[in-house]
């Protein structure tokens, strides 16, 4: 994935940063670290590259001086959607020798390791990724 995420100029960190600020508008960089299992200064690298090729933009929060909210601009929305398509390909690609019923099998219990690994992976409402 990292290799096919070089056409639109994306490491992981940053397409983990660029679809966060999507799913959860206003999320904040530590917020984003924690979900994608990696640390707030490699994350914060990455919105910061995102946020000077205008891809991101931060905002004050409103109620604590300490936290910027992020939200991703008209084009980052573009180049998300890209992202977004690559990683569908990717997925499909490497699932293909599966039959539905594996691909099921393997989606439970992956998504039960990340449960107990790193539940704050989990903690995008579901419904935000419809």
Avoid: C
Wanted: net charge neutral.
């Amino acid at each position: 994935l990292e290799r096919a995420l070089r056409a639109e100029d994306l490491t992981l960190a940053q397409h983990n940063a660029l679809q966060q600020a999507l799913w959860t508008p206003g999320v904040s960089a530590a917020e984003i670290a924690r979900r994608s299992g990696i640390t707030a200064q490699s994350m914060g690298a990455a919105v910061s590259q995102l946020v000077e090729r205008g891809l991101l933009r931060r905002e004050p929060h409103p109620t604590s001086r300490r936290s910027v909210r992020l939200f991703a601009t008209t084009e980052g929305e573009a180049t998300a959607a890209r992202a977004a398509s690559i990683a569908r390909l990717i997925e499909r690609e490497t699932t293909s020798p599966l039959s539905p019923d594996d691909k099921d099998s393997i989606h439970r219990l992956l998504y039960r390791l990340v449960e107990e690994l790193n539940p704050d992976a989990l903690a995008i409402d579901a419904r935000s990724l419809n």
